[in-house]
């Protein structure tokens, strides 16, 4: 998963720290941290009042790739550090799913590892089969779905959204509304994706709306990458990864991406230059997808790390994401409680977006293999 990201504040300094008044620092670890590290929920461990003290005594937090403008995750940060006087560091230097296992890796055992991690759905699969993520629930588990949890109980969907196409109509007179319509030679130079599906969810994902747009379905991807393909061979597609920098430039006017990523792109372009970025909900293709949450089981501080997975599943946490422009994984059960933030809520891109249909994590893995041995071939 690479996200695409205003560069910004979060985004500039590669690593971010929040919270200077925290405390607690390296050292051996504590047998308050390593029983977090056994705990399984907040009541396994003590419950949750045992848990923010003990968190707190850690008072450290690490992440990577929760880019300030991503779903809202810089207020999010904030706010947990805010809240509980804990330090984040935050490294924003990449973002993609492979970067972050690959940083639980070769962290292994050091204090610089990852507690936290926010991945696709494929990536957190292979993480738990490899025994990288710990096992735990928070208190809000029963609001969630059992199709939005793994069976290991070590990774749960937290936010999601819907594919939708971006255009700049200051540049583009005409914008596109379908896949199909992104054929048109009028189009020449100006598509791009925000990465490659071979790395990202996100463009992964757009891969499985452009095979629903061209006679494929999640059991066949192949269309999709023949019709990125096509479109790379006519001049349409360009090989520029696009982000808010590209389009506020006018380097990739037109950009296919999550509907969630798009708006706060299209708020800064409004703001920036007064342009619109006119964003549709492709008819021929529509996907809609969820990330995953988890815990590394090698977490330098397992308190923490569950105290923020707590967090985020929250009310408070879940409204954050939703100021972010996603649909969060409670939000049924929040509209329900009247628990949900309505003024976010109005504001979604989509309302109806994570009904979109979702490819199955057979599907993905399958396609997943398939995106990987052809796509270079034949996108170029």
Request: aromatic fraction near 8%; charge should be negative; proline fraction near 4%.
């Amino acid at each position: 998963m690479t996200r695409t990201h205003t560069p910004k504040l979060l985004g500039v300094l590669g690593v971010v720290t929040l919270g200077l008044t925290a405390c607690g620092g390296g050292g051996e670890e504590t047998e308050a941290s390593a029983n977090w590290r056994d705990a399984t929920s907040a009541e396994d461990g003590g419950g949750m009042e045992q848990l923010i003290e003990d968190a707190q005594a850690e008072g450290q937090f690490n992440a990577m790739g929760l880019f300030e403008d991503w779903a809202n995750y810089g207020e999010l940060l904030e706010a947990f550090s805010e809240e509980y006087g804990i330090e984040i560091t935050n490294d924003t230097s990449t973002g993609s799913s492979q970067d972050l296992i690959n940083a639980v890796v070769n962290r292994q055992g050091q204090d610089s590892s990852l507690d936290y991690l926010d991945t696709g759905v494929s990536h957190a699969e292979e993480a738990a089969e490899d025994g990288l993520l710990a096992e735990y629930a928070p208190e809000t588990i029963e609001d969630i779905g059992e199709e939005y949890t793994s069976e290991s109980g070590t990774w749960i969907n937290h936010l999601g959204g819907t594919i939708a196409i971006g255009c700049d109509t200051s540049r583009v007179d005409d914008c596109p509304e379908d896949f199909e319509d992104l054929l048109d030679p009028q189009y020449s130079g100006q598509v791009a994706l925000p990465s490659s599906p071979t790395a990202s969810e996100g463009s992964f994902m757009i891969v499985h709306a452009a095979a629903e747009a061209n006679g494929g379905s999640f059991d066949d991807i192949e269309p999709g990458i023949e019709f990125f393909g096509e479109l790379s061979e006519m001049g349409n597609l360009i090989p520029v990864e696009a982000d808010a920098g590209t389009v506020e430039t006018g380097e990739t006017p037109i950009v296919i991406n999550w509907d969630y990523l798009l708006q706060p792109i299209a708020d800064d372009l409004e703001e920036d230059t007064g342009a619109e970025l006119e964003i549709n909900l492709p008819e021929d293709g529509q996907v809609a997808s969820f990330y995953a949450a988890s815990i590394n089981e090698d977490a330098p501080h397992p308190a923490a790390a569950r105290l923020f997975y707590e967090f985020l599943f929250s009310d408070e946490g879940q409204n954050i994401l939703l100021e972010g422009y996603v649909s969060p994984v409670r939000l049924d059960a929040m509209i329900e409680d009247g628990t949900v933030d309505e003024e976010a809520l109005a504001e979604l891109p989509s309302q109806d977006g994570v009904e979109a249909p979702q490819p199955t994590l057979e599907q993905r893995e399958a396609n997943q293999a398939i995106v990987n041995e052809q796509w270079d071939g034949t996108v170029q």
